[in-house]
């Protein structure tokens, strides 16, 4: 006997529950936290910048409503663009 197993398109996001997604918007937050700590350590002339700059994605991640599935989506493709902008660790 053979199984097919087909490919979910990926607008089955709707069915996934929203505490995943935003659990996945607050990790994209913490690995965006963690990188601007780590330019922090190697650039240390910048260190009150990019402080200040972990202080303000932790903000903006606490701010997001964890029920509204849009503001968490937004919130975490903000965070993906300004992780993909940083220099790779």
């Known amino acids: 006997m053979s199984q ?15 505490v995943v997604l935003y659990d996945v ?15 922090q350590d190697v650039h ?6 990019l402080l200040q700059a972990r202080v303000d994605v932790a903000r903006r991640a606490d701010a997001v409503d964890a029920q509204d599935r849009s503001a968490i989506a937004e919130a975490d493709a903000i965070f993906r663009a300004e992780l993909a902008q940083l220099p790779a660790a």
């Open 4 to 18: 097919v197993i087909t490919h979910r398109p990926s607008s089955d996001a709707a069915q996934i529950p929203t």
């Open 25 to 39: 918007m607050r990790e994209t937050a913490n690995r965006l936290r963690g990188r601007l700590s780590h330019l």
């Open 44 to 49: 240390p002339e910048s260190g009150a910048e």
